[in-house]
């Protein structure tokens, strides 16, 4: 099995972008609204502030209380929206519990041209068409791997376990439209993995995926994050998968750094459109 490393994929990327960013004159501008101090989301955007700085921008940190309102929260936005020192801009998710039922409504108040995070209804919309704006980061995450591990991806088959709509969604219309054969399922069940070239399992359980469930060259992503045994790990047991031909993108430093990489690919976009005067 050929273990792909998203962390060394991610320094890739976002040298390149930083070298690019240079030559380009800019110096992008994340603004990052945070709700309440949870640990787990300060961390999240403590490594998404290291980024903005690795490609030479930087990140600005718009922490609220815990209990803002709808209100207050969609007048941050608007305000960001609005400063013109700012390329982008994202809302950690997920939100506290008051606020979840007005997710939609919270995501779209984000310009769509601001929205690096791909996650406002007029980005996701656009993604079914011929000019998508700006494309999720975990399901641009996942088309890297696919990308660098299959030349061609028109009639391969493709499995993808989950329902979110930041990888699974926008991930099964991307591979439509590059003419993959796609079965989307809510549950993992390894008779689903028989015939298959691709896998993307978000959902399950840690280590459900066993070596025997991979076939000869497949490409797996693993989406998964449990704790067990106090180790990060995935949904693919990866000493299983170790003697099985294929390539497994796996858990931990697999699509997390990969994803913050390209969340810093639509920052840097977001930038240069601006410069550039490009809608």
Known sequence: MKFIS???????I??????SNEQAGIKPCLAIIIIGD???DLIYVGLKNKASVSIGGQARIIQLAKDVDKQELIHNI?????DEDVDGILVQLPLPEMLERDREEILAAIRPDKDVDG???????????????????????????????QASLAGKKALLIGDSFDLIIPLAVILI?????????????ARLMEGMDIAVIEKGAAGI???????AGMIVIDAGFYWENDKVCGNVDRKEAANHDGCLLPVPGGIGPLLIAKLMANLSQAAYRKGKGID
């Open 6 to 12: 998203g962390s060394e994929l991610a320094g890739e």
């Open 14 to 19: 976002q040298s390149s972008l930083r070298e």
């Open 38 to 40: 949870s640990k787990e």
């Open 78 to 82: 608007h305000k960001l929206n609005d």
């Open 119 to 149: 996650f406002c209804p007029d980005n996701r919309g656009r993604l079914s068409g011929d000019s998508p704006g700006f494309i999720s980061c975990a399901a641009l995450a996942a088309m890297e791997v696919i990308d660098r591990c």
């Open 177 to 189: 439209k590059r003419g993959c054969r796609i079965m989307v399922s809510p549950d993992y069940e």
């Open 209 to 215: 995926v066993k070596g025997e469930d991979i076939a």
